[in-house]
Structure formats: C-alpha cells, structure tokens
C-alpha cells in the first residue's frame, strides 16, 4: 500500500487532501468532523481584523447544474470569517493540540499596512498552527476594501506582503493566488520574490451564475439585487490546472511548491494536480457537495491507483507530467493522425458526422452502400478530435497515429522526423534548419 | 358449473385502481433526466421509425430547454393526434426501437412519455397552437371521426378549407373513443383531445351520420370539393365454430366498446372464466380489461407463436403481469353449452408450424369458461360504398388508395384501417389523414 504522507514546506500530513480555506474550515466543530473524517490538513477560514465582517443574509450561492442535478459549478459571495478574531485562535489552538499529526494553516487577510500583518502574526503563531495562507484571491466584498484579490492582481502588493509576513513570523508563507489576471505567473513570480514558501491556486473566478428572466436580475439575487461571486467546482478545474502548469513550468518559479486548489473531486483529479506539480491539493466544492466523507474514495483511489504504478510515496509522481507540458511552437506538426471508428461499438447517432459536417472538414461519411453508416474519410480528417470529443459511446472512435505512408488528405509521405513551427516554411520568423 | 357474467366483481375502489393510468405523466424533473439521455441524434432513427416522422430529438430538447409548449408545437404539427400516439403507440416496435440508446444499452429513451408530457402540458394550457390559413372556400366532406378522420379535419382547416365531418356513433373519436383499453386513456382523454383538435375552428362534427345509411357517397361527391373516406373496419372475423351463437360468446371490440362507455366501470359485466381468441391488441386489451374488472381465470389462446402474435412484446408481457394466461399453439375447435344452455367450456386443436403452414397436431384440450371473447381480427365493411355510382376500388377487401391516399375516384381519399396495406396503427392512421390533406389541398388549389 503507497505512502500518502506528505511534507510540504516542512508541514506534514498524513495524506495530500487539504480542506481549503472555506465554510467548511471555519469551525472546530467542523474542522473536527473533517478530521474524524480522514483528511490530511485544513486550511483554517480566513481571519481578519476585528471588528469582524458581516454576512448577507440571502443567499451566499448559487450553483450551475447538469439536468440531473448534479452540481457542476458553484458561486459565492460569503466573505471571510465572520467569527470574532480571538474566538477563532482559541478553537485553532484546541484543533491543533488534539490533531497534532494534521496539517492545520491559517488563511489571513487584513488590510495592505505592515501593521496590520505585525499586529496578527504573533497571534496566529501562537496557536501552534503549521503555516499561513495569504488570502489574496478572495473576488467579492473584500477586494471593494483593498484586500483579496484587490492585491493578488497587484504583484507589487503581492511581493510587498509576502516579505511583511516572511519577515514577520517564523510560519512558512503559502500566498493564495487569484485567477482573476491575465498571467498568473506575474503574482507568482512576485510571491517568490517576497520570500513567499508557496503559492496556492486558484481561488474563485469572477462569475454572475445567471439571470432571473422574470425579475430581470442576477441570480441568485438578495432584494432584487445581485453581485459577482466566486466560481468554483468541477467547472473550473482546466482552467485551474492550466495555471498551475503555467507556475509549475515558468523557470522563474519552477521550484516553488505549490498547493493545488480547483475543482477537485475525485482522486484522479488530485493526482492530476499533483502530475502537473502540486504537493498537497485543497478541496472545497466536492467536500461542500457531498459531505468529508469523500476523502475516504480520495485515499483509496489514489492510493490503488500509485500501487498500480508502482510509486510508493507522493514525491515519486508529483510534477511528473510537467516536462510535457510545451509551448503550441514545439508541438510535433508532422504527427499525423486520422479518426478511426470502431463499427461494433458505433450506435450509428450520426452527430460525429453532423458535427464534422456542419463545423469542420466534412471527413465523416454517413451511409455506405445505402445503409446507415459511418466512416472515416482520411482525405479530409485532419485528426481534430471534434468527432471523439462528441461521440457518445467511449473508446468508440480513437485516434490512430500514421507512422508511414502517404497522409491522404495532404498528399504527402509521413515524416518521422520531428518538426515544430519554429522550422516551419510557413513561418515568417522561422529559424534556419541546422 | 353455472355461468356466472356479472358486474360488481370488484369493488368501485378496487376497479378504479385498476384502471389507473398505465404510465403517469412524469414531473418536471423525472422528464429533465430523460429528455437529457436524448442523444440529439442527426438524421435520427427514431424519427424516420415514427409513421408521422415527429421531429423527436427537436421536441425532447425543447422540453430539456424548459420549454414544454414548443416542445408540444413540434409534435403537433406533424402529428395532432400527439397526445393520444403519446399513450397507445407500440412505441417499442417503432420510435424507441430504432433509438439509439436501444443499441447502446437496450434502454431507449422514453420518447412516448416524453411526448405526453409535452403535449399534456399544452392542452392543460387550454390554447389551441395553430392559426387557419386564409379561407380558400372550398369544403371538403370527412367521413368517419377516427384518428385518420380528425388529422385529415385538422389538417384542411389549417390550410383554409371548410371541413364537415359525418360520424356514425353518438361520439366522434373513433377508435380512440371506443377502442382503446380504458387505462391508456384516462380520464376522458380521447374526448378532450378531439375538443382541443376542433378548437381549431373550421370543422363541423356531424354525428349519428352513416355513410349509405344517412348520407350517400354520391350526394358528398355533389356537394363537397373532395371527400375523404376514414371509415375503419365495421365488421369482425367469426370463428367458425359449433357454438360461437352461445350466450357468453361476445365480440371484443364490443365488450370494449361497452366497457369504455360504461358510466362505472365496476358495473361492466365479465365472466368468473374468460377465454380471449386472438393475438393482436385487442385480444391483449380484452384479455387485461377482464382480469382487471376481477375475472378470476383469464386466458389467451393464440394459434401460434408469441413472436408471431401481433401485440407487442411490451402488450404481451404486460398482460402476464396482470395475471393473464397466455397459451400458444392451439385453435378452437368447439364452444360447448353447459346446463342452462350458456357457453362452458371451449375446446382446442394445438397446432404447430411444418414449413411455415399452420397443422394440428391431433391433440386436444378443453377449457372452461363462462365468457368467451373473440378477437380474430377485423374486417372491412364495404357495405357503405354499395349502390353509389361513384366506383371506389378495393383492394384485398379494403379501399385501394396510392402513396397520396387518393383512391381511384378522383374527388375521394381515404386512409386509416378501411384502407388496403396499411399497418392498423392509430399513428398510421394519423399521417393517412394527413397525407390526404396535403394531396388534397394541392388537388384544390394546386398548391
């Protein structure tokens, strides 16, 4: 049976599933309850200055659904903890002392002074906690005051508070990033040059979840009114994990650890993030969905899943499948594949067909010999990967890589050889071939 | 043992159980999780399956997309008789065995229940969703108020033509009003349905008229524009046996016509031991209807196989489950009397197939019953034509009729059962309705 422990920055945990800075960390009652449950760490709510937030009391979500109502994307507009600063160190202190094997950081957020960040540190320190987790992200409420993402999209203000806290307490720094920017690896690189631990990412994504057509607001609304929340859950999860990648792979910060957060839900998910180079991941929306008891198919998933690979401890997987990670440039343009459609499994619904049809290269056919039926024409397939993408019946249409002969569609032999844009006639600004 | 015919078998709760509606409408979110298994299929089976070929995928996502009423509008428009189709189609031999989801997992989408739910939601609304064209001033005689005779109504209307229907029964609704098993039809559903489909406007409804009897194919030749002929089947095939005049020996088209215009169901007299000839809908619909009214025995004797019985699997397996005892591979030879001079007992030959011939096999045996309930088939009553100077062709004793239902006088079309070659189906019957009236608006207006 693998080994799922975990060090990151020096903070150990039994497993790699954190519960992310969230509702479902923001009490001991249920930051017990989670670890009765079997996860690994928490990162403890978000604390601010007293006198504490208030919350609205209308609704703090609203969901995106599948027609069978399954929760595909969640919004919020909930702001930091709205608990008294002291009540929540007390309970911080109690959770640490009787979980001593648990990871336990706190998320922080108060405003862009030095003081501020000198006045709390100490405080947080005390309670034994492992770390802190810089809430840079938070989109709502919070950012209209100057904080959360208000100084995530600002790198200066990123590099400026992560020195304050380095500086300020012997805590490893975790700096939480928001999504809400154009390139993630500006704040990144900037938390790295504060003398930031790590990073986290991402938090939630700007989003209005839709529009009451009868009252003629956003919804979910509070008075006829509504506001943009924070976007999480299944839905977000490509994007998440394409700016890990981006972090994971910029050499300015390629070694900095980083806590994966985004739309996991399943082990697979988790060992994806980890392949794509996180240490721990943070769990919010699934455990929000369904309850902490997921953490048990967490473990045991990714754990048959590293014995069936034969890794025996995180480390041996984590960033793995980052090399592969490239720019579009480098892509080999003479691989060439064609769609293959596999007639025994085929329901003969025709939309492969219709949607190449309508939108792409007219490479299906739909009848042969009078009959309904449906076929590659490698003339005009391209390989796109439009007809697996649509087609209902998995492992019904593959990709068949050609390795000789000629491409029917450009006339032209297979070349083994790799070759990328860079080298490309077609490309005004390509290097000369050596 | 004394014949025992009788109502009040069951108590009015017990029967008013029992007839329930086969398939409720299915709520809102139970329709959302089915319409989402539609895969939207291009150039989809299902529909090429459907004899009116409703546009399925379009509907099922109309009703994904939360919008039931064009949903309706889709399924209408192709087929107005949707609502009833929706609820006695064998839609396991036709749209949901060619879908795809059959292929994948021999679990097709529910696209009957999806269409009642649809079309359901649109006639609780209380609007009728179509517009007549301008008038054109012609009019056009309907004959017969069945499922041919509405769609061919409803369509003309809708083209602009002023339509007279002439139903012989005190009702119009056909087969829908008269023949269909009352848990597939509830609460009087055939009955508002042809009210929504006249609510078009453009219709007038004459009953107690009978071709030949009350009006003469000559006189609506003379009067009308065009005439369209929606007559079914009038007559039912005999047994041919020693005994088929016994008291007890009943028609079951007639026993289900009575059982759907009883004012209480409860009431409907059925015998302590029924035996049902026939291996087609009917012969199901009897056979269920009479275990449901509280016959203790019910059996159905067909003369060959189960694949070969016209009922659907579906029908077949439904009347197993509703106690019915289906025998195969016999034919009645003999309904015998007992004392008081009512049907006993009937008596078989058991057959089987040499070469695809049907032969006994010399062994017999007899069961008792009290009520013996034949449904061999029906026949085409020509009777109505007779005498009239316009000739209109049969053809293996229904009306010939070509691809655009017109048959071989040039102002006369006709469709549904009383037309050769077709498949018995009210769906069928539906689109025959429908082609005439495109055939026979081009024919008026030649458009």
């Known amino acids: 049976m693998a080994n799922l422990q975990t060090n990151f920055l020096g903070i150990k945990s039994p497993n790699p599933f954190w519960l992310a800075s969230a509702p479902p960390t923001d009490r001991e009652v249920n930051v017990t309850r989670a670890f009765k449950a079997g996860w690994g760490g928490v990162v403890w709510k978000t604390l601010g200055e007293d006198p504490h937030v208030v919350n609205v009391n209308g609704p703090r979500y609203g969901a995106v659904h599948s027609n069978d109502r399954r929760l595909i994307g969640l919004n919020n507009i909930e702001l930091i903890t709205d608990r008294p600063l002291e009540v929540n160190l007390r309970e911080i202190k109690a959770v640490k002392k009787a979980w001593p094997d648990r990871a336990i950081v706190v998320s922080l957020m108060v405003p862009c002074e030095e003081e501020a960040w000198k006045k709390i540190l100490p405080l947080v320190e005390e309670t034994g906690a492992d770390g802190i987790e810089l809430n840079f992200g938070c989109p709502h409420g919070m950012s209209e005051r100057g904080m959360g993402a208000a100084v995530g999209q600002v790198p200066e203000y990123v590099e400026m508070v992560a020195r304050w806290c380095k500086q300020n307490t012997r805590m490893p720094v975790i700096v939480k990033l928001t999504p809400n920017i154009t390139d993630i690896r500006q704040p990144a690189r900037a938390a790295k040059k504060g003398g930031a631990d790590a990073v986290s990412l991402i938090n939630t994504i700007n989003s209005v979840m839709g529009v009451d057509l009868d009252i003629m607001a956003p919804s979910p609304h509070i008075d006829g009114k509504g506001t943009h929340g924070g976007y999480c859950g299944p839905a977000v999860k490509p994007i998440a994990l394409s700016m890990v990648s981006e972090i994971a792979r910029d050499p300015e910060t390629k070694d900095l650890p980083i806590s994966a957060i985004g739309g996991i839900t399943t082990w697979r998910d988790a060992a994806e993030f980890m392949a794509m180079g996180a240490g721990t991941v943070q769990v919010c929306t699934a455990a929000m969905t369904y309850g902490f008891k997921i953490v048990e198919e967490m473990k045991s998933g990714l754990s048959d899943w590293m014995d069936g690979k034969g890794y025996s401890s995180i480390d041996q997987f984590v960033g793995r499948a980052v090399p592969n990670v490239t720019d579009w440039q480098y892509l080999n343009l003479n691989y060439v594949v064609k769609a293959r459609i596999d007639q025994e499994s085929c329901i003969k619904c025709g939309r492969c067909h219709i949607v190449c049809e309508d939108t792409s290269h007219q490479a299906i056919w739909a009848e042969k010999d009078g009959q309904r039926h449906f076929e590659v024409n490698d003339a005009e397939c391209v390989g796109c990967n439009l007809c697996v993408s649509v087609c209902p019946v998995e492992g019904c249409i593959t990709m068949e890589h050609l390795t000789e002969g000629v491409d029917a569609r450009t006339g032209q032999p297979i070349n083994p050889e790799y070759g990328n844009w860079t080298t490309h006639p077609n490309n005004p600004m390509r290097v000369a071939a050596e | ?447």
């Not at chain 2, 292929?103 to 009728?128: C, F, N, S, W």
């Not at chain 2, 004959?143 to 409803?154: M, Q």
């Not at chain 2, 269909?180 to 078009?200: G, P, T, W």
């Not at chain 2, 009777?383 to 009306?399: M, N, W, Y």
């Open chain 2, 1 to 447: 043992m004394p014949s025992d015919i009788r109502g009040d078998r069951l108590s009015p709760a017990e029967v008013e159980s029992n007839f329930a509606d086969l398939h409720p409408l299915l709520s809102k979110y139970e329709a959302y999780v089915e319409a989402d298994r539609c895969y939207f299929c291009h150039d989809a089976p299902c529909v090429t399956a459907c004899p009116t070929g409703i546009d399925i995928p379009l509907f099922i996502r109309q009703i994904l997309t939360d919008n039931p009423s064009g949903s309706a509008k889709t399924i209408l428009g192709a087929n107005i008789l949707g609502g009833m189709c929706a609820r006695v189609c064998p839609t396991e031999t036709l749209c949901e065995q060619a879908c795809v989801r059959e292929t994948a997992e021999q679990k097709p989408v529910r696209i009957g229940e999806l269409q009642r739910y649809a079309t359901d939601h649109l006639m609780a609304a209380g609007v009728h969703p179509f517009e007549r064209a301008a008038s054109t001033g012609r009019k056009v005689a309907v004959v017969g108020a069945g499922p041919a005779g509405i769609s061919c109504a409803h369509r003309l209307s809708m083209l602009g033509h002023d339509v007279t229907i002439f139903e012989a029964k005190p009702k119009g609704g056909g087969l829908n009003e008269y023949g269909i098993a009352a848990y597939k039809a509830v609460d009087e559903f055939a009955r508002r349905e042809l009210d929504f489909v006249l609510a078009i406007g453009g219709i007038e409804l004459k009953i107690g008229m009978a071709l030949g009897r009350d009006v003469a194919l000559d006189a609506l030749i003379a009067d009308y524009d065009a005439v369209f002929l929606g007559l079914g089947l009038g007559a039912t095939n005999g047994l041919g046996i020693a005994g088929e005049q016994l008291e007890g020996v009943v028609d079951a088209v007639d026993f289900i016509e009575d059982l759907r215009q009883a004012p209480a169901l409860e009431k409907v007299a059925v015998g302590r031991r029924v035996v049902v000839i026939g291996g087609g809908m009917t012969a199901i619909d009897a056979a269920v209807q009479s275990k449901l009214l509280g016959a203790e025995e019910v059996t159905l004797v067909y003369r060959r196989g189960a694949d070969r019985m016209n009922a659907s699997a579906y029908e077949q397996s439904l009347a197993k489950e509703k106690g019915v005892v289906l025998k195969h591979w016999a034919r009645p030879e003999k309904i015998e009397a007992g004392a008081d001079g009512k049907v006993a007992a009937i008596s078989f030959m058991k057959t089987r197939d040499e070469d695809g011939k049907l032969v006994d096999t010399g062994e017999r045996y007899t069961l008792e019953a009290d009520m013996v309930l034949k449904a061999i088939g029906q026949a085409f009553t020509p009777a109505p034509l007779k005498g009239a100077k316009a000739e209109i062709a049969l053809e293996g004793g229904r009306i010939k009729a070509g691809a655009d239902r017109r048959t071989s006088h040039p102002k006369v079309w006709a469709g549904g059962d009383a037309v050769a070659g077709g498949e018995d189906l009210t769906v069928a019957a539906v689109e025959d309705g429908k082609q005439a009236a495109l055939s026979i608006h081009a024919a008026l207006t030649g458009a």
